[in-house]
């Protein structure tokens, strides 16, 4: 009964989420129109309008993973209704909550385990994402997934577990490439595993180990050996993911004005003023900010690319050449800032910046002057991010030791995940939102009660399995 309230609380704020800030458009139209030639032509492939009519080309440029789903709920309830979709990701994000609230009673009791269940159905941020047709929320579940089965397996060295585990990483991958993190930091928990002091028992303990994060590996990876020989057939290329720019083959690279967007962009606003609207629309250079220039001449140069470009706006290849001679001279000057402090400037804009971008907020909320209602708002939502990180913060600390392996499996992927996102060009917080099964996790044992010593891997394998549920 006390899971009622909680999940009733969340099931309207996801709800409420849906029916007044639902979105789909952009890169959702784009896995649904993928989506529907799969079902009506029997082709993974996109919509072309040429000359010639209307086509239907094969595509590598996204993972299978969404598109199914989607595909599933244009069977199930007619092609073009994403209101089912959304209806579904709002239950599998409550389904993460549960997930979550069972990972902190695995390692820290009943107490902390009620704490993760509030904070994960009352984030506004996770249960913001359910009401939007991208792949943010079947990725947060596949990581609360993953953490609880590993748990799971840790506790009670059932191999059962390893079904759930090896699905996770392989969705989350299928899903997104980044995905495949998750499977890199759950395969070092099962390495690491639970302790014995006696020699031979330890042996025999990691050759257990060994052998189940293979198998995880093993099963995890077959759809993708389906997916590359696809693309082997298709395209002639051996591609197991995506290309990083989620590029087709064949597409015109923009590799040049992605590398100057890194040498000066740290925030969502360049992502959305900028870097969106290239090679579609405008580029205005008011909107640059002064550290985009180094000196007088630079600017000029830089406005005089952005005339050219905007004569035609389109990117060819020889604007995105000048592009590349400009990014080339700023991390000439100063390799520093571009190696180390923009990537870090980034990454912490990608934690820390309020989650407003799915809602009707001003991408320059912080102009109060503009919009003072909104930027109070935005002020407010960041301040409760920011809780949730403190939170996380002293529950690293508070943390049970003798789960210190299951904690160090979920730093690795945060770690892993902030190196990749310090590379892109491109900053969005929406790219931090699959850390948040961890981070809420971690607030939760930061903010309980303790219940003794905690509970780890070992002890917890002694306990009844009904006394270990929620």
Request: glycine content about 6%; overall charge positive.
């Amino acid at each position: 009964m006390l899971l009622l309230p909680p999940l009733a609380a969340g099931t309207v704020l996801r709800l409420w989420f849906l029916h007044s800030h639902a979105v789909v458009q952009g890169d959702s139209l784009f896995y649904g129109d993928i989506a529907r030639n799969w079902l009506a032509h029997g082709i993974y492939g996109r919509t072309i309008e040429g000359t010639a009519g209307t086509l239907v080309a094969p595509t590598l440029a996204r993972l299978p993973g969404y598109p199914a789903l989607i595909a599933a709920c244009f069977f199930a309830f007619g092609t073009g209704h994403y209101t089912p979709l959304l209806y579904l990701q709002a239950f599998l994000d409550l389904g993460s909550c549960l997930l979550i609230a069972g990972l902190v009673q695995r390692v820290s009791g009943r107490r902390a385990a009620m704490a993760a269940l509030v904070l994960a159905a009352l984030c506004p941020f996770t249960a913001n994402y359910a009401a939007v047709a991208l792949t943010e929320t079947p990725s947060v579940f596949c990581v609360a997934l993953s953490f609880y089965s590993l748990a799971s397996f840790q506790t009670t060295r059932r191999r059962l577990w390893l079904l759930p585990l090896a699905f996770s990483w392989s969705y989350a991958a299928l899903l997104r490439p980044d995905g495949v993190l998750l499977g890199a930091a759950s395969f070092a928990g099962l390495l690491l595993g639970g302790g014995n002091r006696e020699d031979g028992e330890r042996s025999s303990r990691l050759r257990e180990r060994f052998l189940a994060a293979v198998l995880c590996v093993f099963f995890a990876t077959l759809p993708f050996a389906v997916w590359t020989l696809r693309n082997l057939h298709t395209f002639h290329t051996f591609q197991p993911l995506v290309a990083r720019d989620a590029s087709d083959a064949g597409e015109t690279s923009t590799a040049g004005f992605d590398r100057w967007m890194k040498t000066w962009a740290i925030d969502f606003t360049a992502t959305s003023e900028i870097d969106w609207n290239a090679d579609n629309n405008r580029l205005e250079i008011d909107l640059l900010p002064n550290r985009a220039f180094d000196s007088p001449g630079e600017y000029e140069a830089t406005r005089k690319l952005f005339a050219d470009y905007n004569r035609g706006t389109t990117l060819t290849p020889p604007l995105d050449a000048r592009f590349a001679a400009l990014a080339a001279g700023r991390v000439a000057r100063h390799p520093l800032r571009y190696y180390v402090e923009l990537p870090m400037l980034r990454v912490a804009d990608m934690w820390l910046r309020p989650r407003v971008e799915m809602l009707r907020v001003p991408v320059r909320w912080w102009q109060y002057h503009r919009h003072p209602a909104a930027a109070c708002f935005a002020l407010l939502y960041g301040l409760l991010n920011l809780a949730y990180l403190v939170m996380a913060a002293i529950g690293v600390v508070r943390w049970p030791r003798a789960a210190w392996r299951m904690l160090a499996a979920m730093l690795l992927y945060i770690v892993l995940r902030c190196l990749l996102l310090a590379t892109l060009e491109g900053p969005e917080t929406r790219y931090t939102l699959e850390c948040f099964p961890v981070v809420i996790a971690l607030a939760a044992v930061g903010i309980a009660k303790r219940e003794g010593a905690g509970m780890g891997q070992d002890e917890a394998s002694r306990v009844p399995e009904h006394r270990r549920s929620l």
